[in-house]
């Protein structure tokens, strides 16, 4: 039974999904700190929290199952990612869920900054009627400046172009064609969109990239009167900057909903009459609160039941589609890697996998992954999965070349992994039956069909009448139970190759009868 800890306050509906999975066991502990909360997560094997529970590196050091972790929310502030990497923990979190809300709250705070909303209302609350202390100006043919074009960016640039303002928009991973189509001029770089914006929004996540990107040399270059809005995070837009920035005249204003730190200890931005300000309320919605927590819970479950993973921050980002489509070659890959590295013997040398056929069409990353994770399973201690398979690998110079072709002969897609140790080079193939069925297919030049799933005997050896039936009579003797078996030679009478699927134990003195077998060159146990 799998267990996941819900840490943090979420709607109920987040626990429903989790229990109405079979094989999950969910529990609700909320405001763990310290020793409270290294003892809860001692054996789960996943955790669901927002932003109030901290998942720092001695925590995931406690953490000794733990496969996974599932953000409500997109920031993942609160996870220390790079140890949860090295753990092999999957970290994700839920953009999608609160696209619209964080957009709303930015066009609400620049409405709130032009018109001088908050400031009015408080006046008119003090029963006072002081209209033309509030002038304001309009959106309508204003330039926008949205910087980062992802989810939120675009569905602000969107909802800005109905106010008839003018969008540029700064993001070197957006296309041409996705600019035009949401009615965005792509500007070159950061300069060139802070000297024509009269309203500058960023949407981009807090890196040390963009750490202070927006700082004295960054306001110098902008109109006189621009204004800004910052419903990412704190800290791109240097806020000791813009205090400056601000009292000097040179930004008329400036909407922030989220600061370096939450609360401010230091309130003097926030003291500004220019500065219009919320308490990090961008996804503070009953409908994105519920859908982060329902999207959140889906996720956890998905990657801890070997349904797929979404959304990782700590792997390369995949379309769920493509993912869904790729799912059955990862789970090939990993078997072929295990498959090899169990056969082989002696020190690894040079490692390529190729992909052939349909499959050199698609994004191929993730499924390398899952391939060094088999690689590297059986000979490391530590916990080896698609997360820190790379890192692992890179940790023992262990570099995997991969070539691509569309071209192949027998198969629609075939994965092809190539090892070069001290002694030899080894090869094993794999393809997809069906629609999710693995097989491997080629296996150090013999052509086979084996079904790469349990408990495996492979065995070289002469090809000579008798072989086979020898070989059933040691294993029909002890018990021992033939699933399945392929075939396999390179000429009549020469090397041969089969695999058997064994569904009972083969004791150490049943393989040594085995390997003293007539004909049989060498014989291997395998367990996939």
Not at 127 to 136: A, D, Q
Not at 400 to 419: A, F, I, M, N, P
Not at 457 to 464: G, I, N, Q, S, W
Request: charged content about 25%.
């Amino acid at each position: 039974m799998l267990k996941v800890l819900i840490a943090d306050e979420l709607p109920p509906e987040a626990a429903e999904i989790l229990a109405s999975e079979p094989g999950i066991e969910c529990l609700t502990r909320t405001g763990l700190k310290g020793d409270e909360l290294k003892a809860a997560v001692a054996d789960v094997d996943g955790i669901i929290v927002r932003s109030a529970t901290k998942l720092t590196s001695d925590v995931l050091a406690a953490a000794k199952k733990l496969k996974a972790i599932a953000r409500a929310g997109v920031g993942v502030d609160n996870v220390d990612v790079d140890a949860a990497s090295k753990h092999g923990v999957v970290v994700m979190n839920t953009p999608g869920g609160n696209t619209i809300s964080a957009a709303e709250q930015t066009l609400a705070l620049m409405l709130a900054l032009s018109r001088n909303i908050p400031q009015a209302h408080a006046s008119l609350k003090e029963k006072k009627w002081e209209r033309s202390k509030f002038m304001g100006t309009q959106l309508d043919g204003k330039t926008l400046g949205v910087i980062g074009l992802g989810r939120i960016g675009a569905d602000v640039a969107k909802k800005a172009c109905a106010f008839n303002m003018r969008v540029i928009g700064l993001d070197p991973y957006v296309t041409a064609e996705k600019a035009a189509e949401l009615h965005v001029e792509l500007v070159g770089n950061l300069d060139a969109l802070l000297t024509q914006a009269d309203y500058i929004t960023v949407h981009v996540p807090r890196t040390a990239e963009t750490k202070a990107m927006i700082a004295d040399a960054e306001f110098a270059k902008m109109k006189t009167g621009v204004r800004l809005i910052n419903c990412a995070r704190g800290g791109i837009i240097d806020e000791d900057a813009l205090h400056r920035a601000i009292t000097s005249g040179k930004v008329a204003g400036a909407a922030l909903d989220v600061f370096v730190e939450e609360p401010p200890t230091d309130w003097k931005l926030v003291e500004l009459p220019q500065v219009v300000c919320t308490p990090h309320l961008g996804a503070s919605t009953e409908e994105a609160q519920l859908t982060v927590a329902k999207d959140a819970a889906k996720q956890l479950a998905d990657a801890l039941l070997g349904r797929g993973v979404r959304y990782a921050v700590n792997l390369p980002p995949m379309d769920p589609h493509v993912l869904e489509e790729l799912q059955p070659f990862c789970t090939l890959a990993q078997k072929i890697g295990s498959l090899k590295m169990q056969l082989l013997g002696g020190q690894i040398g040079r490692v390529q996998v190729s992909y052939l056929g349909e499959i050199a069409k698609l994004d191929t990353s993730v499924v390398t992954r899952y391939l060094l994770a088999g690689l590297l399973s059986p000979i490391l201690e530590e916990t080896v999965n698609m997360v820190n398979a790379p890192l692992l690998a890179a940790e023992r110079g262990l570099v995997v070349r991969e070539v691509k072709s569309t071209r192949v002969h027998d198969y629609g897609s075939l994965v092809l992994l190539e090892v070069k140790t001290d002694g030899a080079e080894r090869s094993v193939g794999g393809t997809i039956f069906g629609k999710a069925e693995p097989r491997i297919v080629l296996l150090d030049g013999y052509r086979v069909e084996a079904n790469p799933e349990g408990r495996l005997l492979v065995v070289f050896a002469d090809d000579r009448p008798g072989l086979i039936g020898s070989l059933g009579q040691i294993l029909g003797t002890e018990g021992v139970n033939i699933a399945s078996m392929t075939f396999g030679r390179k000429a009549v009478g020469g090397d041969a190759i089969m695999i058997l699927n064994l569904d009972g134990n083969v004791s150490a003195a049943v393989l040594a009868r085995i390997r003293q077998a007539r004909h049989v060159r060498r014989a291997q146990l395998v367990e996939l």
